[in-house]
């Protein structure tokens, strides 16, 4: 899924020259075929679906449709322009499908220890197949035809499809925390009733700061590779050894750059997180706040370099793109922490949902200051990303305030049976310590036994 969509975004200019269309001004289009697969999430509908079918039988019927359709994508004919609209929004529905499916899964197959490493490892896949895609795009689909390098996406949903009916096993419902089925009754809830649990100050802090990042980076992917290649024409300035001097270049390497950063990143917040922390994870705000505090001075610094070089620029770039990225799998693991498992689907599709949504807003907002003619106005576009820094840094410190008491009510109120457990443990220790003292008295009596027969 990753792969197909950065692709598809790389070779844009490609398609957009071929099929005569601009297909960036389809962003409504896609953000209606987002919401649309929401509100069906969230529906009793989709629900009932998912009650019918196993989850392994979803994603497999899933990753079908998706192989398919990305091997129709690479055949449309230049005068059905519109079939590939079609395409693009069934794909991308069926793309946040499965990146919504991602967390929630985690949540359930992991447990509270593991979860973190899970993120980490999800996240590091997406982007190394983000950095295949797009050299692929850079090196093979300018040279040849992108129809010919696109194929490598209906062979990967084949791998894929082939590894989920083979090795994938249906979550139990979580290493986490099971749910309690007997105590508590079964209410089939509305659409926005099923959002209540949701509704908590940690919850939306933390969403809004995930978003604020997501925003900035897709912001940056947006802009920055086009804003290298305005400097690179504008000042005469060229990327050193054997690069050559291209859109493609520019793009290449500024993913190169990203994902190295992304990757840093959100290995030096967890082992910061993990040092500074007293009690589990308490540490987490303080670190996703200071690093978007952070991204904010030197991503600054990028941008009043840019005219002097290209590789010190591109310093600054790297640092202030690990500084970004600390909070990659410290606030996907704090969201699933104060809700409770059963609504971990419903938390994961509202992300990817407003994820898109903030995604398409980010690029029209860069885009509407200037229409890519002017050094400086797309300089002041990206900015504007250093003020949502901001934004997001604070929320995560006000996060301080409520986390620690929405996560142990979450863990409180996700804990089944707990009364029963605590019967149990209570009567194990009684009868332990019944046991250990008859022992005690046995011990006792033998000893005096042989004590008065020594006697006489």
Same mark, same amino acid.
């Given at each position: 899924m990753v792969f197909d969509r950065y692709f598809t975004e790389a070779v844009m200019p490609l398609i957009e020259e071929e099929y005569g269309i601009d297909i960036k001004k389809t962003a409504l289009v896609d953000g209606l075929f987002a919401l649309g697969f929401t509100i069906l999430a969230i529906s009793p509908v989709f629900r009932y679906f998912g009650d019918w079918l196993s989850q392994k039988t979803i994603m497999c019927i899933g990753m079908t449709l998706w192989t398919l359709l990305t091997f129709t994508f690479c055949f449309v004919p230049k005068q059905w322009f519109w079939l590939i609209l079609l395409l693009r929004g069934l794909l991308d529905i069926l793309a946040d499908f499965f990146l919504s499916c991602a967390l929630p899964l985690i949540?359930?197959?992991?447990?509270?220890?593991?979860?973190?490493?899970?993120?980490? #490892?999800?996240?590091?896949?997406? $982007?190394?197949?983000?950095?295949?895609?797009?050299?692929?795009?850079?090196?093979?689909?300018?040279?040849?035809?992108?129809?010919?390098?696109?194929?490598?996406?209906p062979c990967l949903g084949v791998i894929c499809l082939s590894l989920l009916l083979v090795f994938m096993k249906d979550p139990s419902g979580g290493n986490t925390e099971e749910e309690d089925e007997d105590d508590e009754p079964q209410v089939e809830c509305s659409l926005f009733?099923?959002?209540?649990?949701? %509704?908590?100050?940690?919850?939306? %802090?933390?969403?809004? #700061?995930?978003?604020?990042?997501?925003?900035?980076?897709? #912001?940056?992917?947006?802009?920055?590779?086009?804003?290298?290649?305005?400097?690179?024409?504008? +000042?005469?300035?060229?990327?050193?050894?054997?690069?050559?001097?291209?859109?493609?270049?520019?793009?290449?390497?500024?993913?190169?750059?990203?994902?190295?950063?992304?990757?840093?990143?959100?290995?030096?917040?967890?082992?910061?997180?993990?040092?500074?922390?007293?009690?589990?994870?308490?540490?987490?705000?303080?670190?996703?706040?200071?690093?978007l505090f952070a991204f904010t001075p030197i991503f600054s610094l990028f941008l009043f370099f840019i005219k002097d070089g290209i590789v010190l620029p591109c310093v600054f770039l790297f640092i202030s793109g690990v500084f970004l990225s600390l909070n990659q799998a410290l606030s996907e693991d704090m969201m699933l922490s104060v809700i409770r498992p059963k609504f971990y689907t419903i938390a994961g599709?509202?992300?990817?949902?407003?994820?898109?949504?903030?995604? #398409?807003?980010?690029?029209?907002?860069?885009?509407? @200051?200037?229409?890519? +003619?002017?050094?400086?106005?797309?300089?002041?576009?990206?900015?504007?990303? +250093?003020?949502?820094?901001?934004?997001?840094?604070?929320?995560?410190?006000?996060? @301080?305030?409520? $986390?620690?008491?929405?996560?142990?009510?979450?863990?409180? @109120?996700? +804990?089944?049976?707990?009364?029963?457990?605590?019967k149990s443990l209570f009567k194990y220790e009684k009868e332990n310590i019944v046991s250990k003292a008859s022992d005690n008295i046995s011990y006792t009596f033998s000893a005096q036994t042989a004590i008065w027969k020594g006697l006489y």
């Amino acid at each position: 899924m990753v792969f197909d969509r950065y692709f598809t975004e790389a070779v844009m200019p490609l398609i957009e020259e071929e099929y005569g269309i601009d297909i960036k001004k389809t962003a409504l289009v896609d953000g209606l075929f987002a919401l649309g697969f929401t509100i069906l999430a969230i529906s009793p509908v989709f629900r009932y679906f998912g009650d019918w079918l196993s989850q392994k039988t979803i994603m497999c019927i899933g990753m079908t449709l998706w192989t398919l359709l990305t091997f129709t994508f690479c055949f449309v004919p230049k005068q059905w322009f519109w079939l590939i609209l079609l395409l693009r929004g069934l794909l991308d529905i069926l793309a946040d499908f499965f990146l919504s499916c991602a967390l929630p899964l985690i949540g359930h197959m992991f447990s509270a220890s593991n979860r973190r490493l899970a993120i980490f #490892g999800s996240q590091l896949c997406s $982007f190394l197949f983000r950095l295949i895609a797009i050299c692929i795009a850079a090196l093979v689909a300018n040279q040849f035809s992108w129809h010919v390098a696109r194929l490598i996406a209906p062979c990967l949903g084949v791998i894929c499809l082939s590894l989920l009916l083979v090795f994938m096993k249906d979550p139990s419902g979580g290493n986490t925390e099971e749910e309690d089925e007997d105590d508590e009754p079964q209410v089939e809830c509305s659409l926005f009733s099923c959002l209540k649990p949701l %509704l908590t100050w940690s919850f939306a %802090l933390i969403m809004i #700061g995930s978003l604020s990042v997501d925003f900035i980076h897709e #912001g940056m992917f947006a802009v920055i590779p086009d804003f290298l290649d305005r400097t690179r024409n504008e +000042t005469g300035k060229q990327w050193p050894l054997f690069l050559s001097q291209s859109y493609y270049s520019d793009f290449m390497i500024y993913s190169a750059i990203k994902c190295a950063a992304d990757v840093l990143g959100m290995l030096l917040g967890m082992e910061i997180s993990k040092l500074l922390s007293k009690e589990p994870h308490s540490a987490d705000p303080w670190v996703c706040a200071v690093g978007l505090f952070a991204f904010t001075p030197i991503f600054s610094l990028f941008l009043f370099f840019i005219k002097d070089g290209i590789v010190l620029p591109c310093v600054f770039l790297f640092i202030s793109g690990v500084f970004l990225s600390l909070n990659q799998a410290l606030s996907e693991d704090m969201m699933l922490s104060v809700i409770r498992p059963k609504f971990y689907t419903i938390a994961g599709q509202l992300q990817a949902f407003l994820t898109r949504l903030i995604a #398409g807003i980010s690029v029209k907002i860069q885009e509407s @200051n200037s229409e890519k +003619t002017s050094f400086e106005c797309m300089q002041f576009a990206l900015m504007f990303l +250093t003020v949502v820094a901001v934004i997001g840094g604070t929320c995560f410190l006000y996060l @301080n305030l409520s $986390f620690r008491k929405d996560r142990e009510a979450a863990d409180k @109120n996700a +804990t089944p049976r707990q009364s029963d457990v605590e019967k149990s443990l209570f009567k194990y220790e009684k009868e332990n310590i019944v046991s250990k003292a008859s022992d005690n008295i046995s011990y006792t009596f033998s000893a005096q036994t042989a004590i008065w027969k020594g006697l006489y």
